[in-house]
T-cell receptor
Framework: DVKVTQSSRYLVKRTGEKVFLECVQDMDHENMFWYRQDPGLGLRLIYFSYDVKMKEKGDIPEGYSVSREKKERFSLILESASTNQTSMYLC??????????????FGPGTRLTVT | AQSVTQPDIHITVSEGASLELRCNYSYGATPYLFWYVQSPGQGLQLLLKYFSGDTLVQGIKGFEAEFKRSQSSFNLRKPSVHWSDAAEYFCAVGSNTGNQFYFGTGTSLTVIP
């Protein structure tokens, strides 16, 4: 079974702190994604990566950055956390064949609260 | 632009009743379609997917979905709902010109005894 793990299930940070969310997948998938999920808004893509050291902006990249130094690991960074970044953060991974978007496998999520 | 619409924000059904969750998509080419389920506080789990071929696809937990190109729909169905099916359900369309998914805003399912 594909396994996607996230470093924390719950996280509480203060405004202005630098926050790191880590995601690891064990299926050698090329693609990795970071979403945030808010009630009534569904899942919104923050960043994705289709290869090591490669990254692409999603729909809401402002206030976030990412890092992918190894194929299995994709980190989301909040440079200076703000209260409007309080949310559920979901990591996902998928394989690729050409440009086809195969199914994504999700981690359990990190519920981040910024106070 | 690609988009996915789930018209029902919340649905309540009785245990043992049938269920249909609606999903409409907007996509120029042949879509790759998915349904996911999310239990409270959890990540998303894939229920089923449609890439090509038979338009009626079977998934896990007794769910099925039917792709109707003429209606741009991919509705999820289950003949008899169990209390454990209470969750949030997301429809998604995958691009065949990139690696992105487009998710609907979800339908919350409540199951009453």
């Amino acid at each position: 079974d594909v396994k996607v793990t996230q470093s924390s299930r719950y996280l509480v940070k203060r405004t202005g702190e630098k926050v790191f969310l880590e995601c690891v997948q064990d299926m050698d998938h090329e693609n990795m994604f970071w979403y945030r999920q808010d009630p009534g808004l569904g899942l919104r893509l923050i960043y994705f990566s289709y290869d090591v050291k490669m990254k692409e902006k999603g729909d809401i990249p402002e206030g976030y950055s990412v890092s992918r130094e190894k194929k299995e690991r994709f980190s989301l960074i909040l440079e200076s956390a703000s209260t409007n970044q309080t949310s559920m953060y979901l990591c996902a991974s998928s394989q690729t064949l050409g440009q086809v978007a195969y199914e994504q496998y999700f981690g359990p999520g990190t519920r981040l609260t910024v106070t | 632009a690609q988009s996915v619409t789930q018209p029902d924000i919340h649905i309540t059904v009785s245990e043992g009743a049938s269920l249909e969750l609606r999903c409409n998509y907007s996509y120029g080419a042949t879509p790759y379609l998915f349904w996911y389920v999310q239990s409270p506080g959890q990540g998303l789990q894939l229920l089923l997917k449609y890439f090509s071929g038979d338009t009626l696809v079977q998934g896990i937990k007794g769910f099925e979905a039917e792709f109707k190109r003429s209606q741009s729909s991919f509705n999820l169905r289950k003949p008899s709902v169990h209390w454990s099916d209470a969750a949030e359900y997301f429809c998604a369309v995958g691009s065949n010109t990139g690696n992105q998914f487009y998710f609907g805003t979800g339908t919350s399912l409540t199951v009453i005894p």
